[in-house]
């Protein structure tokens, strides 16, 4: 249902231009010319600015904080939105005129794709609307632009509007197969790098089960609400944000790499920083090593909490040599990694380690450009029996607001409600911000990116196209050594986890592994473990496209074996140490760029030409020497090329081969044969066929 703006301005005691410039400036598009508006942005509106529909919206809950508060969120939307504006106005940066017009592509008709900006100059020559009526439209909207100026997407889309001419914006129009691989760079691409600003880190909590994850996270959680908070219900939307120093942090609230490693399975890039929880009384632990694979893998820095130092038999140093062992050398023994020891049981230590998470943010330049459109990652979702599906979405970039139409993996729909860990209704999340929203039209899965599109046909028809391509394509069917090989086409390294059953053998296969060189590719063992090969496992050979190979051990239960099939990933068993590296040679030989040679098999004469069609022949031969065999390669020697050597005159290969009125594989020397040939040359009588194969000659690696 629509309002008309007329009505709400009536309400505010606003004109309704003054009203247009206020809905805008809530982050909400309105064509300039638009009478009505749609009754939830009219609400919002209402709510807002103070109209006397006020009172029937739901009240604000005062118990948030501040991190979240809104109107913190809001006054940032209006200075990006006021400083946007401003830009475009007063822009008369002569370099990005220069750099932008190769964005532009060629219009047809009345239609337009540019990217975020575009010079007037240019946008009179595209439209083919003349220079001055332009600049008269930019300033019937209040923007004061010369020619050489360039005017913003949004503000060439009003005047587009005005003067009848449809505009697409180029960037952010996401390729199907990236959504469907989940691979977000293409998405996250930003052409200014003027508009990118400081993000919060989003941070991870790895480790050893029972080493206190879950309750590191809750000491966070807790030691950082503000006042008034405390009394909210706190919901576990698989991610929250803290407050230090004024700075936010976003924490995956998953402990443990699970989460972690299956949104990386999907492509999805979520973490910035690793928090590894190691308790001090126990020290390094099988899952310890796993989650400083898993982070070493994905390349994400770690901050190593030693924790449990309440403890009397707490042995910090101890566990510093351990971690040490497996490549983490503290700071304060001249390593580089940053160790805290802390107890989460008393909250010790916790503020030190968000001190270090901003310092390793600062180095890391976390950056993301809020003025854009949202682009963001599915943390969980699930169906909620009131709300329908539900996400919690990771904005990556951009900023994602109510009402937006949006693509989810091979969903869609419209955001309906949107709110933060503690349930309190936003209408805007800027980037890095965790969200749970409401408004798909089925339930996503966690890793499924989501992109923010004009409308909602838009959203419906790009949802379309997904669920089309990925039946055709079944993207996902990617699968077993098929998975392996494009995992390493990219970069030339096999990744390997490799599970043992003892630690004696484990570093035998990982030593004669080490030694299979090759210039062209690279084997690295990415996790090597004593036991059997678990969920874990698989979904790290899932995450880095590798293979599980595990030696005198098996899946730890049916289950592991279900993913892996479910995951594609191929996982190998052995019994022999040699066995294992012999195939892994073989799997880099086939790996490397196979030659291909020509093995001569003989010569044949043809005799006649019994029946010719477009591209088939019937020929009579005599072999003359060798053999001719069936499916053979031919050369139809023909007469003497300049150095008095056979000249070829075409190709082609055998198609079925006779002799007698048998249908034979091979015909011997001195014998007649019938050959069906097939290729692009005429054959005549009186020529030569030289017939050959093709062989693949694989280097080998020693
Ligand atoms: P997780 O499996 O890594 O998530 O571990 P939990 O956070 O569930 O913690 C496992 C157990 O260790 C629980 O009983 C916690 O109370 C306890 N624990 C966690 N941190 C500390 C600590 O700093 N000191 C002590 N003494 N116990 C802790």
Redesign the pocket.
């Known amino acids: 249902m629509s309002i008309k703006l007329a009505d709400i301005a009536e309400q505010l005691g606003l004109e309704v231009k003054e009203l247009k410039e206020k809905i805008l400036e809530l982050g909400f598009e309105i064509a300039p010319r638009a009478r009505v508006v749609d009754d939830d942005v009219a609400e919002l509106v209402l709510d807002e600015l103070g109209g006397e529909n006020s009172d029937d919206a739901e009240p604000e809950s005062e118990d948030v904080a501040d991190v979240y508060d809104e109107m913190i969120a809001q006054e940032r939307e209006r200075e990006i939105v006021k400083s946007q504006r401003k830009k475009t106005a007063g822009r008369n940066d002569k370099k990005k005129s220069a750099d932008k017009p190769k964005e532009v592509e060629t219009v047809t008709s009345k239609s337009l794709e540019i990217g975020d900006s575009i010079s007037v100059k240019e946008f009179s020559e595209k439209t083919g609307v003349n220079a001055a009526k332009v600049i008269g439209e930019l300033m019937k909207n209040g923007i004061l632009a010369n020619i050489n100026q360039q005017i913003d997407f949004e503000t060439a889309q009003v005047i587009g509007d005005d003067l009848g001419i449809k505009l697409k914006r180029t960037r952010g129009a996401a390729q199907v197969e990236d959504f469907m691989s989940g691979n977000i760079d293409n998405l996250l691409q930003e052409d200014d790098k003027g508009d990118l600003e400081q993000r919060p880190p989003v941070v991870c909590v790895m480790?050893?089960?029972?080493?206190?994850?879950?309750?590191?996270l809750d000491a966070i959680r807790d030691a950082n609400v503000v006042d008034g908070e405390s009394g909210g219900i706190t919901q576990h939307i698989g991610a929250y944000q803290v407050k230090k120093k004024g700075r936010l942090i976003t924490f995956l609230d998953t402990?443990g790499h699970e989460a972690f490693t299956s949104m990386r399975a999907r492509g999805a890039k979520v973490t910035d920083i690793a928090i590894l929880?190691v308790a001090a009384n126990e020290g390094v632990k099988p899952q310890t090593i796993e989650a400083i694979n898993h982070a070493k893998e994905a390349g994400v820095p770690i901050i190593v909490a030693i924790?449990?130092?309440?403890?009397p038999d707490s042995t910090p140093d101890k566990v510093k040599a351990e971690l040490a062992e497996h490549g983490l050398q503290s700071e304060d023994w001249g390593g580089d990694t940053v160790m805290v020891p802390?107890?989460?049981?008393?909250g010790e230590g916790v503020d030190e380690i968000l001190d270090m998470i901003l310092l390793s943010a600062d180095m890391l330049e976390l950056k993301a450009n809020p003025v854009r459109e949202a682009v963001g990652t599915v943390v969980e979702a699930h169906l909620d029996t009131g709300l329908g599906p539900v996400a919690t979405i990771l904005v990556n970039t951009g900023t994602l607001k109510v009402m937006n139409n949006v693509i989810v993996g091979n969903t869609y729909g419209r955001i309906k409600m949107m709110c933060d860990h503690t349930g309190k209704a936003l209408r805007i999340a800027p980037p890095a911000t965790p969200v749970r929203i409401a408004g798909l039209n089925k339930t996503p899965k966690s890793g499924d990116i989501l992109q923010v599109v004009k409308d909602e046909k838009t959203a419906r028809s790009r949802a379309e196209e997904i669920n089309l391509i990925s039946k055709e394509k079944d993207f996902e069917q990617l699968s077993g050594m098929g998975k392996v090989l494009s995992g390493i086409k990219s970069d030339k390294i096999l990744r390997l986890v490799v599970k043992a059953d003892t630690k004696g053998s484990l570093e035998a296969i990982k030593q004669s592994l080490a030694k299979i060189k090759d210039e062209e590719v690279a084997i690295r063992v990415i996790h090597g473990g004593v036991g059997s090969v678990t969920k874990s496992d698989v979904m790290m050979a899932s995450a880095s496209n590798g293979l599980v190979l595990g030696f005198h051990v098996d899946y730890d239960s049916p289950h592991v074996k279900k993913t892996a099939e479910r995951e594609g990933v191929e996982v190998k068993f052995y019994s022999v140490i040699y066995a294992l590296i012999e195939e892994m040679k073989k799997l880099l030989t086939g790996l490397l760029d196979a030659e291909i040679i020509e093995v001569q098999l003989g010569r044949a004469q043809v005799k006649q030409v019994f029946l010719t069609k477009k591209k088939t022949m019937i020929l009579g031969c005599k072999v003359l020497g060798g053999k001719v065999e069936d499916s053979a390669k031919i050369k139809v020697l023909r007469g003497q090329d300049a150095e008095g050597e056979d000249a070829v005159a075409g190709e082609g290969k055998i198609d079925s081969l006779r002799k007698g009125d048998d249908v034979v594989k091979e015909v011997t020397s001195g014998n007649d044969c019938g050959i069906r040939f097939m290729g692009d040359i005429a054959v005549e009588e009186g020529d030569i066929l030289l017939v050959y194969k093709e062989e693949e000659k694989h280097r080998s690696i020693s």
């Open positions: 480790g050893h089960v029972d080493h206190g994850k879950t309750k590191l402990p929880v924790n449990k130092m309440d403890l802390i107890s989460a049981l008393k």
